[in-house]
């Protein structure tokens, strides 16, 4: 039923669009809800930090209770999280959660904006997020955001004045927000968009609060109330059969990639805004004093006239009976002087036009790939199933070339195609535009015309130019790419642009444990027919690569040929990069194609710099059989594989006593003890495992939603303890205990060149036991000792550890190599 009630609100709000999505088709009462959002010419912007900050049950609220034109600037894509679907993580990621949070939007009716910031993980304070962001970059996207949406409201939804309280990427967005309110209107404040957008100034600004901010519903009870203002959010619509509680919880559910699946709400529910800045609603109206009519627009009052009676008498049985008086509106609206909100409801009333006259366009691609300025067909379709006269003049590029020229009558239900080739005037490629250039830890980098958009406009969109009662409708539609699938039926994937050549190496960090050279696989796939060429493989100072060069030949689009190349390490510990680079005639082809695709999510490819990390590295190791227990994802299996070890993952059904006898240590997954509840009934038979003399070794949990709080032999509590700085400095509280010591002797340097973090949740009580390892803190908190605890159990030794081994082993870092290595050699 989730899938199904998705895919109706998905319909409902047909101003949204998303690559090779299927088509909207809305029924009378989504027709009726979406011309209420016509009418309302209001807009409110509620500003956070990541995916899934945003409180869907207000958006939801102001976007179907109130119909104003919502939208969700989240500062970040939420790039350094952990992903709960798949591999992906940092850029990828980053990708995933966009296409969740569009997801969301389409459910819920907002629309998506970011800045450019990125996720680069965890923050304890303000100062730190903003000095790797570099604050005046946000700020200028977050001022560009308002300027351009130019909302008549704006709702933080975290407390600016809690510096050091909380996430600092959290309080981040609303001090950010908090500043912007103040510069928006001011011209001589980032004039480049003050010239482009002209500047604005919303009319209020709030603190979505509740509760939990004051720390207790007691708190929140005594608490002073007169800045409040209450909105009730449990409302029912009829129209479309659900509560916005309903609507919000199926929004809320697209967050997959982090396992926020939600269940649906339904009766009264209040939300609490704090009133912060300009002009305070005494009637817990947030839009009052606010012009939301038609008057905001030039000659307002004469299509407020013919729009208004068609909501208040509004046609359920036949809505195509309003046709000849939407397509009056349009042309009264399309001779009104230029303005934000002309532009808006044009696109608004365009669709509508569409959907009452059950009118419908399509472009279809015969192929799914094309390269920059390639040529390939294309099939139009245009239907017209309802009554009202419409005539088909012709279909262009956005240039204005000229396709095709029917200028023909599209009488009743009858189905008419043309076919065209089209040859693309697009040199760019089809990929993520933050992704295109390398950014910094805190940045991305974005071409300014499109800072702020959430996904890469579509390549290639063809324009139908429409007659109905003598006015002309232009209508854009993307073109797409579909095909049948026996079990799915219609399927529809984006026309993408992409180089000619792609190249790849599979494993990204390649570690040579020993002085022996490795044959390294180099993939080359071609992205045409008839490619010929070389490929060489570039290599860091002091590696040497064999033979110079490999010569390829590929006959079709979209076949592969791997060739290997013998990389020799030297004999010192050394890392850096390797890179592919495919040559065919005098172009140069350095990029990797990456393709995302998951049921909930559309078809993605992505182009990334086509590299490995090689790293020589000078480590010892005890044992060979490694058992690993899954938990929320993680690639430690394969990083433990590159230095050696033989893994085999354990399902936790079969987890017995024989079944773990034979390995030497045993991994548990990263969050197990929150995603996996089998191992509620198992943990006795991996504590006897210790006690027999195994090791084992858990990596981080939360202590939210444990599956079991016994996942110890000893007492052992965790925390919210963390250490975000990855540099920090480390003290050896137990310089002489095995760990450290064999069979890897482990100093200060091993400390070094660690990404994102040194860990998180880290215990913060344990029983004695326990021998706490390490020691280490961000700059002005105070020391954790909880990140490495060892006790020793019977015959075994039991390790939890905090550190984020999940991030530094797949990154190549020698040092997390070389500790995790001792872990798991761990002997008395």
Known sequence: MRTFFSSIIAICFCSLTLLAQQPQKPSASEIYHNLQALNF?????????????????????????????????????????????????????????????????????????????????????????LAIWNKEEVLSDVVRAIRKFKPDVIVNRFDHRSPGSTHGHHTSSAMLSVEAFDLVGDTSKYPETANEFGTWQPKRLFFNTSWWFYGSKEKFEAADKSKLVEVETGNYYASLGLSNGEIASLSRSMHKSQGFGSTGS??????????????????????????????????????????????????????????????????????????????????????????????????VSETNTINPKGTYKVTFEAINRGTTPITLRTIKSVSGKILVTPNESLAPNEKKEFNATITSENRATSTPYWLNEKGTLGMYSAPKNLIGLPETPSSETVVFELEANNVTLPIKKEVIFKFN????????????????????IEEKVLIFATGDAKNIPVKVRSGKDAMNGTVTLQAPSGWTVTPAEHTFKLTNQGETQTVFFKVQPPKD?????????????????????????????????????????????????????????????????????????????????????ATLKKFDAIVVGIRAYNTVP????????????????????????????????DFAPYPLKLS????????????????????????????????????QERGLYFPNEWDKAFTPILGMHDKGYPQSDGS????KYGKGHYIYTGLSFFRELPAGVPGAYRLFANLLSIED
């Open 720 to 755: 919210r303890d963390r250490v975000t700085d990855e540099a920090s400095e480390v003290r050896l509280l137990a310089p002489n205990h095995p760990v450290l010591n064999s069979p890897n002797k482990i100093t200060q340097n091993d400390f070094k060149g660690w990404v």
């Open 266 to 363: 339904r009766g009264s529910d209040t939300e609490f805004l704090e009133f912060l800045k300009g002009d305070f609603p005494e009637n817990n109206d947030l839009f009052e004093g606010i012009d939301t009519s038609w008057k905001r627009i030039d000659n307002g009052d004469a299509i407020e006239t013919i729009l208004k009676p068609l909501e208040l008498n509004f046609n359920f049985k036949d809505p195509s009976q309003m046709l000849p008086e939407l397509v009056k509106a349009y042309q009264l609206l399309d001779a009104s002087e230029e303005s934000h909100w002309r532009s808006i409801k044009l696109k608004q009333l365009q669709q509508l036009i569409l959907d009452c006259g059950g009118i419908f366009l399509e472009a």
């Open 41 to 129: 010419l209001g807009s409110a912007l509620y500003i956070a930090a990541h995916p899934d900050d945003e409180n869907t049950r207000l958006i939801s609220y102001l976007a179907n209770d109130v119909h104003a034109r919502t939208a969700y600037l989240s500062l970040t894509r939420g790039d350094g999280g952990q992903n709960l679907v798949g591999p992906e993580i940092r850029e990828l990621l980053g990708v995933i959660r966009t296409q969740e949070l569009l997801a969301a939007r389409r459910t819920d009716g907002g629309q998506q904006l970011f800045t450019r910031a990125n996720d680069f993980g965890y923050s304890k304070h303000p100062d730190e997020t």
């Open 573 to 657: 510990q050394s890392e850096g990069i390797i890179r592919p680079v495919v040559r065919v005639g005098d172009a140069f082809y350095d990029k990797e194609l990456v393709t995302i695709d998951y049921d909930h999510l559309p078809y993605q490819s992505v182009l990334l710099p086509s590299e490995a990390k090689v790293v020589r590295l000078n480590i010892e190791k005890k044992g060979q059989q490694i058992g690993y227990i899954e938990g929320a994802g993680d690639a430690i299996p394969e990083s433990l594989q590159q230095i050696g070890y033989t893994v085999t993952t354990i399902a936790p059904s079969i987890i017995s006593e």
């Open 485 to 504: 699938d026996p079990v799915d039926g219609e399927v529809y994937k984006p026309l993408e642009i992409l180089p000619a050549m792609t190249t790849s």
């Open 788 to 791: 490495l605890l060892v006790a």
């Open 678 to 709: 089998e191992l509620t009934f198992k943990q006795e038979i991996l504590n006897n495992y210790v006690k027999n003399g195994g090791t084992l070794l858990l990596q981080y949990n939360t202590s939210h939603r444990l599956v079991t709080e």
